[in-house]
Nanobody
């Protein structure tokens, strides 16, 4: 069984910072890309940032220059450093991992349960 568990969400004032973490566990043979997505109430789930196994990153235009994604391959963890937060960044943030489970034949996407980020004064 594969699990992705997010942590680090919370309430922050506009202009503040938060760091999200996503830890993988379970029967994982190999990790491909990992990323963060977010979903605000009444809206679809959107990509925030991704990082490949080679360390190549990709960001949504709305967060470029403010957010940084990085991964610790040894720990199986991916992080999202969020700076200069704006009220429009408020959402539930989901961790995604494209993983090959032990004994599996193909990579598939796994999701965490989500962590709430609230940006308000």
């Amino acid at each position: 069984q594969v699990q992705l568990v997010e942590s680090g969400g919370g309430l922050v004032q506009p202009g503040g910072s938060l760091r999200l973490s996503c830890a993988t566990s379970g029967n994982i043979f190999r990790v491909n890309a990992m990323g963060w997505y977010r979903q605000a109430p009444g809206k679809q789930r959107d990509l925030v940032a991704t990082v490949t196994s080679d360390g190549i990153t990709n960001y949504a235009d709305s967060v470029t220059g403010r957010f940084t994604i990085c991964r610790d391959i040894a720990k199986g963890t991916v992080y999202l450093q969020m700076n200069s937060l704006k009220p429009e960044d408020a959402a539930v943030y989901y961790c995604n991992g494209n993983l090959l489970p032990i004994g599996g034949s193909y990579y598939r996407d796994y999701w965490g349960q989500g962590t709430q980020v609230t940006v308000s004064s």
